[in-house]
Each structure stands twice: as C-alpha cells, then as structure tokens.
C-alpha cells in the first residue's frame, strides 16, 4: 500500500474533526474522500499533507512514516480549493516555483514548464498573470504548478468547486486522464457524488470524521454497508413506516427505509406488466425534467416516492394512475443496515415459475 | 437643479476657505516671516551648526525609529495576522496605545522610568549607559510615538489575503524568508511604503515626548522642532521661523511621496 | 522564526546600548561641562562661555566645552531631578534651585557658597510701553487709571508673573503703608484693567508686541531690553519707582559634579560669573550686574533709582510663604482676581 493512515484522531478544540481514521490506498490509484461539508474529509487530506498535525495515529507513504516529516519534504503536491496560485507571478513562474525552490537547474526548469503548459493545454499563456485567467485555466495552473516538482502523492481540494458546471465536467475528464497518465497516487476530496463516481477508482464515504465505508464507487452504491452511506449515495426515498408497502414488514431494530428510485418500478395503467399481484396502485404527483431523464414522485398509500423515468417513454402526467412495484428496499436504523427483498414479488415470481 | 448646485458650491467655498485659513495662511506666515531679515540672515541660521546639528539628530532619531518599526510592524503585523491566538485582539489594541497616549506623557513615562529617579536606573548605573536626557532617549521616544504606524497599516491587507498562497508556497519547501520576499511582501509593498512614510512625518515633528527626555542640551540633544521653540522663546522670530521652513521642506517632500504612493497602490489594486 | 527574533531583539538592544555608550562616553570627558539655564540666558551664555573658555585655558592650560541646555526654569530643575547631568544650574528662581537641593542633588547651603546669595546677577520688572509712551505712564499708580490695558501673564501658571505681581505687591504696601484692604483693593484695580491674561511669559510679550494689545507690559528688564533690540524704534522702558529683586540663582550640582570629576571647573565656573569681564557680559545682555562698580557704568541703562525688594523681605517672608499667602487655592490673587 502506498498511503496508509492508521487510528488518525484530530480535535480542533472540542470538536472531534477525525475519529479513529484507517485506510490504504495502493500505488497509483486515483481515490474520492465523499462526504456532506464539515464531515472532516479536508481534515484528513491536510493530515497527509502535514498542514495539520493529527493529536494521534500513524501516517505511512511509500511505507515511510512520515509523522515527524515536514510538510515540504513528503513529497506532496497540492492542489487548494481556490487554486492558491501567487498573484504576483505570472504562469511560468508559479508553475516553476517548487522546481525553483529545489535549485533545479535553470534549463531543466523551462523544459519541464513547457512540458507540462503543453499537457494543461495552455501554452503560449505562459506570461500572464493569474487575474487574467478563467476558472478553469487557473485550475488547470494549480495543479500543473502542483505536479512539476515530481511529487510522489497529488491531493486536490474541492479542486471544481469553484468552477462553473459545464467546464467542470470537461475538467472531470481531463484530470481523471492526466492522472491516469502520470500514475501519480492521488486523492481528491468532493462533495459531489457524481464527481467521486465518474473520476475515482475508490471511493472513501466520510461521515463526522469516520470513515464510514469505502470501496468502488459501484460497490459502495449497490451495497451499503451503514446507514448513513445508504441513505446519503443517491436520491433517495426515506420512509419510516415502510410496513405499509405490500410485501414488506415491520423488522425490529429497524426504523427506517431507503429506498432507492431504480427499487421503484411505475407502469402506465394500459401498460403490460407481470407482478400486477405485487403491484400496487399510485398517483403521480409531480414530474420534473432533469436534463437526460424526468424525476417522478408517485404517491402510494399516502407517502412520497421518488423514481425515475426515462425521456423516451410515453410521458407521465401529475395525477396519472400507475401501477408502482417495490422491489427492494435498505432498511436502516442508527448503526445497522440490511436489504431485504418484496416478499410478496417474491412469492409471486415463484409461483410463476 | 439650481439648489444642487448651490450646496455644491457652498460646500466649495467653505472647503477651500477652510484650507485657505488653516493651511495656506500659515504656511505664507511661515515663509515670509523667515525671510524677514533677509536672505543672508536666512542663509546664517540655516547653517549654524546648532541648526545643522538639529537637523542630524532630527533625521537620526526619524531613520532609526523608521527601521526599527518597520521590523517591528512587519513582525508584529505577520504574528497576528497567520497566528491565531486568543489574545490577538488584545495585543493588536496593544500596539494602538501609543496613539491614545498623548506625546508628552510618553515622555513622562520614559522619564520616570529610565531616569535618575526611574525603575531603571540601578541596573544601567551598573552598565553605565544613559537614556534618558541622552540621544538614546530621544530616540526610544520616538520610536514609541510612531510604533502602531507601520503595523497598523500592513495588517489589514494581511488580514484580507489569507493564508492560502503561503500554505501552497510553504507546501513546496519554501523558507520563511523566501514566503515573505517573494509572496509576502509584493502584496503588502504599499502599505508597507504608506506605513512608512507616516512613520517618518510623525517621527519628523515630534515634539512633546522628545522635549521632556531631551534635556534641551543645545548642539547635542535638540532636535528641529525643539530647536524652533528655544529661538521663539528667545525672541528670535525670524530665526525660528527660518528653521520652521527646514522641516516644511521635509514635510512637503513626504507628502508627495505619500501621494505618489497613494496613486501606485490604488492603481496596483485594480 | 525564532532565530529572527532573537536577532531582531539583540540588534535593537545593540543599537540601544551604542548610542547610549556613545552620549555616555562623551559625558564621562572631564573636560566638559554642563550648565542647565533657564530661557533668557541663551546670548549671555553664549557670550559668557567665550570667555570662560579663554580664563580657564589659561589658567589651566585645558581645553574645556560647555554644552547648554535651556527652557522654563522650573521644567529645567525637573529634568536635573529626573537624570539631566548638569554640572552647574543657573536658574531663575531660588525656588527651583532648592528643589533639586531637595532631591538630594546639591549639598545644603548653596545659597552662601557664591556671594549675593549665590546671584551673579539680577533683575527687575518695569514697564514696557509704546513709543512716546502716549498714556503717560510713570509709575504704579497709573496702572490703575481708566482706559490703560495692561498686559501681564497669569500668576496662577506663570513663574515670571508672580513677580510682576508681587512688585505691584510691593508698592501698594508702600503707598498704602501696608493697610491690607487698600493693598488689596489697589491689586484689584490693578488686575482689572488686565487685557489679556496669558499663561506665560511668553505669550504675554507676543500679544503685547506682536499683536499691538494692551498700553503696557510687566516685563523682565532684560526681556524688554531684548523686545527693544528686536523691534527699534517701538517701544519705550518705563522704571517704577519700586519693583522686585529677581534673583536668578547658581549652584554646582554637587553629586554630578563628583561623579564627573568636574567639581573644580564647575566652582571655577560660577566663580568667574563675578569677575569685573563677566560682570561686563550680564550688563550687555541687559541683567543688572551685582558688582557695584560695573553697575554704576551702565547707569544708563538700568535706573538705579528703583527701589528693590528682595523675596526674603519680611514683607513678603521667602517664596513659601509668598506663595501660601498669595498664590494658592483661595489666597489673595483669588480673592482680588474674579474673572
């Protein structure tokens, strides 16, 4: 393993910012730390840096323990939320500037620089100043100025937080290949779900200074294994009296239900569908355009669900009658998690067969 | 329409009636009095050697006092400002005491303390140096005069950046020295130079703290404005006003400096 | 960072401790002497250190540099108190003087160690009015008379004031034979017909003089002479029939002087203020010399006719009792002075 952190424990104050933090990332692997804001994931990130230092617990790269290792001598590249570049160097030089620092020779300086204004696709840019510069150029710069020195692990900050939506896909993209390219170990810390899924390899889901669970992002989408990852990956239905559902039933321990929208199934009421045993009658109550598909809230027995449906269907309508089948459902309770199946469909599929 | 302007030019009026009265005014009394007895009276005073040793010192006790609030602003301005400490309120309102204390109590304060009755004197009886009533004294005075200037002025553009280009530089390897000349201070280049030249004019003009530790020891411890108010005390307006033009020189210097300054730095901002 | 610190602080202690050594070393010269006046004495120190400095190089074949100091009597014994090393003070009160002897400075009995109570010189008030004197004032008693502006500081804050008062002082207890109530309701009359009440000497000279306020000015002779140096052709002295001694006195600062090594010189110094050439020095820069035989030469000058009360006078009993009785909270400035 390349990066490992273990029993990592940080107070600011009274407030526990990391609890009992453990994990191992391999050698060039690209991992997300996905969490709400104030779960403590940038904490963690500036742990590995050295820009905080952890009350207790263990910090490995490379298999070195680097607890007691400046910050500037840990091999760390770092990319800030809000790019950090230095306003008063233009491009060349801020992207020279860890080079510099390490007296590498002049000549060897400039080709690098060129090297990588190449890679970030802004050569020729090389002399302005970083007010005179987009976004997404500014990032771009950031991570470049984080990656010249050679640094053995790259950690982002929000790196598209700041970043306007459509560029901030394109930039998704580029860095996921870029890094790729380098095979430099990297982590970068988001908010943003969609974000941690397309770029990372592994996704590391924090949650009040806890890792709550980690693995890939399909992993971790399709088997959650606490609640809070479960109901916190994906738009989710939230149901506490999930009973009234046919085929499901009261478990003990259990107060809750976290539903996904794909568990959902709606049929149009002239449709042809097979569990019509299972499937039970709901109201449409608002459909909503997404961009490539349409959210769809059914009511069933009083409660709200959430679905989704495709744009090249027959459209729905508010107040249209549909058939809405449950497949499956997590129920969750404040530590525990467990997904059980509609039994009825079920029932209802064996009798077919 | 009409009632607009109307304001606007009584404001006008009363404005530049104003400045005419408090600042015009006196400064033509200045000039024509010193010249009253002539050019070569003018030319003598100017070179006495009392004046000239005036004016040494003047400048001695503005450079010295300049440096060493400027390290110390520099210092003081960075601590506060990148450490977070609980008292950091306290401290900064610290710095800021020299400008609710009126000058000659800060005089006093040296005195009492550094002088033959002071707290301080068993211990520099031992070493044998003298403060106060000595040029040293004039100079610790002034340096606590003019100590929140600098400070004062570089803080807030410190406080308004952040730390974040510092982390990233500091994130690289770079030196505390090496942050500061090259991250640092294009920032707070302005400021520093408007801190400065505050500093200087007040150093400059200085006058109650300096004349109770002076000791009014002429050719050794009178500075300008001390100087002007032994001539004038002596009856002898035309030279005192004829030294006052010294420091009016110095003083219309800085104040095109400080407007040269004032222009650079708002147009670096934008 | 730290390292900058303590580099910062021991350059600034460096800085402190050098130029301290370097004042210091200078001080330490014995052939250097240090004489704290009072405002007025500028020229005639500077006249008079000339030709000291000749004397006493040939007396002693030495080289010797007086360094002035000079500002209100009274703020000038403060500093001697608080660490100005004076060797010699030469100051306007005997007030002033015993203060520092308070302080421990000057050894007791400084007052006999110079003759004419350790007074080389002295001075008087008198009436500084405008040329051709057009409200014809001759004496105290035209003070009083309607329509004459008199200009004079305010006792209350003002060292010389007090003796401009006390000089009226003197001759309302002369002309009224020291009735009290007609005394002080002459002072009364007297400080009514005051224009301007300024807080110091100073500023009373300039309103008078600069500013064209008042008909007349209670001034120090010797300032006035000096007003008529500046301004000639202007204004005119008028020499009461009787006014004040003003005794400016001197002492060697006994302790400093020791730990100079300059108690020698500095008694030489002080001495020599009563040779016949230094005496000459005083009368040119218009103080009454206390040598009788130079006095009479410069008869012209100082009106030798003027009747002078010294402070020590039973009517008025030295300077605390002056100062109890007249210019204290409720004493008699107070009582005649409403304003």
């Known amino acids: 393993m390349y990066i490992e952190l273990k029993n990592i424990n ?79 160097m233009n491009v060349f030089e801020n992207i020279a500037f860890g080079m510099k620092i390490k007296k590498v020779p002049a000549n060897k300086i400039k080709k690098r620089v060129e090297e990588l204004t190449e890679l970030i696709g802004l ?34 900050d929000e790196p598209f937080a700041a970043i306007d939506a459509k560029i901030r896909k394109e930039l998704r993209q580029w860095l996921k290949t870029t890094i790729k390219k380098l095979n430099i170990t990297s ?29 890939s992002p399909l992993a971790v989408y399709k088997k959650p294994t606490t609640p809070f990852v479960a109901q916190f990956i994906g738009e989710n239905s939230l149901i506490n009296n999930y009973d009234i559902f046919k085929g499901f039933y009261r478990q003990e321990g259990f107060s809750t239900a976290v539903i996904r929208p794909e568990f959902i199934s709606i049929f149009k009421e002239n449709e042809e569908y097979k569990n019509a045993y299972t499937t039970e009658p709901g109201i449409v109550k608002t459909v909503t355009f997404r961009g490539s598909y349409l959210e769809v809230i059914v009511d069933l027995h009083d409660t709200e669900l959430k679905t989704v449906w495709p744009t090249d269907r027959e459209i729905l309508h508010p107040n249209e009658k549909v058939g809405v089948l449950i497949k499956k459902m997590y129920l969750v309770d404040s530590a525990n998690i467990r997904e059980v199946e509609n039994e009825a469909l079920i029932a209802d599929n064996s009798v077919i067969i | ?104 109590i800060a005089g006093l304060i040296f005195s009492l303390t550094f002088g033959r009755i002071g707290w301080a004197q068993p211990i520099l009886n031992i070493f044998h140096i003298k403060i106060v009533f000595a040029v040293t004294g004039i100079v610790l005075v002034t340096i606590f005069v003019t100590l929140p200037f600098i400070a004062r002025s570089v803080m807030p553009v410190l406080h308004a950046r952040g730390t974040e280009e510092e982390e990233a530089a500091a994130l690289m390897g770079a030196g505390g020295f090496t942050i500061f000349r090259k991250i640092t201070f294009p920032h707070i280049k302005w400021a520093l130079l408007y801190g400065i030249i505050l500093c200087t004019a007040r150093a400059m003009g200085e006058f109650g703290a300096v004349s109770v530790v002076s000791g009014h020891l002429r050719g050794k411890t009178d500075t300008l404005p001390l100087l002007v108010e032994i001539l004038y005390n002596d009856f002898k307006m035309a030279d005192a006003f004829a030294v006052s033009t010294i420091l009016v020189l110095l003083a219309l210097i800085l104040l095109i400096l400080k407007n040269v300054v004032e222009y650079k730095w708002h147009s670096a901002k934008e | 960072m730290k390292k900058r610190i303590i580099l910062f602080a021991v350059l600034l202690v460096a800085l402190a ?10 001080s330490a010269s014995s052939t250097q002497l240090v004489n704290v006046s009072y405002d007025p004495t500028r020229e005639l120190y500077q006249d008079y250190n000339e030709l000291f400095i000749k004397h006493w190089k040939e007396k002693t074949g030495q080289d010797v540099t007086v360094t002035q100091s000079h500002g209100g009597s009274g703020a000038q014994a403060r500093s001697v108190i608080e660490g100005n090393d004076a060797d010699v003070v030469t100051l306007a009160l005997e007030y002033d003087v015993t203060a520092i002897e308070k302080a421990g400075l000057i050894s007791k009995g400084w007052q006999n160690k110079f003759p004419h109570d350790s007074a080389p010189y002295t001075s008087t008030i008198v009436f500084l009015v405008r040329k051709g004197n057009p409200k014809n004032i001759k004496d105290w008693d035209d003070l009083i008379k309607p329509g004459v502006g008199i200009i004079t500081p305010n006792p209350k804050t003002s060292g010389g004031a007090r003796w401009n008062y006390l000089a009226a002082w003197a001759y309302a207890n002369e002309k009224y034979q020291g009735d009290d109530t007609q005394m002080k309701d002459y002072m009364k009359k007297l400080f009514a017909n005051v224009l301007v009440l300024d807080s110091g000497a100073r500023g009373a000279t300039t309103t008078f003089v600069e500013n064209g306020q008042g008909d007349v000015l209670l001034a120090w002779e010797n300032e006035a002479y000096l007003s008529l140096k500046e301004h000639p052709g202007e ?14 006195s001197v002492a060697v600062v006994d302790k400093i002087a020791e730990e100079r090594g300059t108690s020698q010189l500095a008694e030489e110094y002080l001495n020599y203020l009563y040779s016949p050439e230094a005496q000459k020095v005083a009368a040119e820069n218009f103080y009454r010399p206390t040598d009788e035989n130079i006095l009479k030469d410069y008869a012209d000058k100082f009106d030798l006719n003027m009747k002078l009360v010294n402070i020590n006078d039973p009517l008025f009993g030295g300077w605390d009792k002056v100062q109890e009785t007249h210019f204290t909270d409720g004493g008699i400035f107070d009582q005649i002075y409403s304003k």
């Open chain 1, 123 to 156: 050569k020729g840019l090389e002399n302005r100043y970083p007010v005179q510069l987009s976004g997404g150029q500014k990032q771009r710069v950031a991570f470049a100025r984080a990656i010249a020195p050679e640094p053995k692990v790259l950690l982002l």
């Open chain 1, 10 to 88: 940080k107070n600011f104050g009274a407030y526990k910012a990391s609890n009992n933090v453990s994990f191992a990332l391999p050698a060039g692997s690209l991992s997300a730390f996905l969490g709400p804001s104030g779960s403590g994931k940038t904490t963690i990130l500036r742990i590995i840096a050295g820009l905080e230092t952890p009350d207790s617990g263990d910090i490995f790269i490379d298999g070195q323990r680097v607890n007691d290792i400046a910050p500037a001598k840990r091999g760390i590249g770092f990319v800030f939320q809000n790019y950090a570049l230095f306003r008063y």
């Open chain 1, 187 to 215: 982590i970068f810390v988001t908010h943003d779900q969609d974000e941690a899924s397309e770029v990372a390899d592994e996704i590391l889901i924090i949650n009040k200074g806890r890792v709550e669970q980690s693995g």
């Open chain 3, 235 to 248: 204004f005119e002295i008028v020499s009461p029939s009787i006014s004040v001694l003003a005794q400016p």
């Open chain 3, 17 to 26: 401790v050098m130029a301290g050594c370097k004042s210091d070393s200078e």
């Open chain 2, 1 to 104: 329409m009409g009632k607009g302007s109307f304001t606007k030019y009584l404001l006008i009026t009363l404005s530049s009636i104003f400045i005419f009265v408090m600042l015009i005014m006196p400064l033509m009394v200045i000039l024509s009095e010193a010249f009253k007895n002539g050019i070569s009276a003018y030319a003598d005073v100017l070179s006495d050697a009392f004046t000239l040793h005036a004016l040494r010192l003047t400048l001695f006790a503005t450079f010295v006092s300049v440096v060493c609030n400027t390290i110390f602003g520099l210092f003081a301005a960075w601590a506060l400002t990148r450490f977070y400490y609980k008292r950091s309120k306290f401290l900064t309102t610290l710095i800021d005491i020299p400008f609710a204390i009126s000058p000659v």
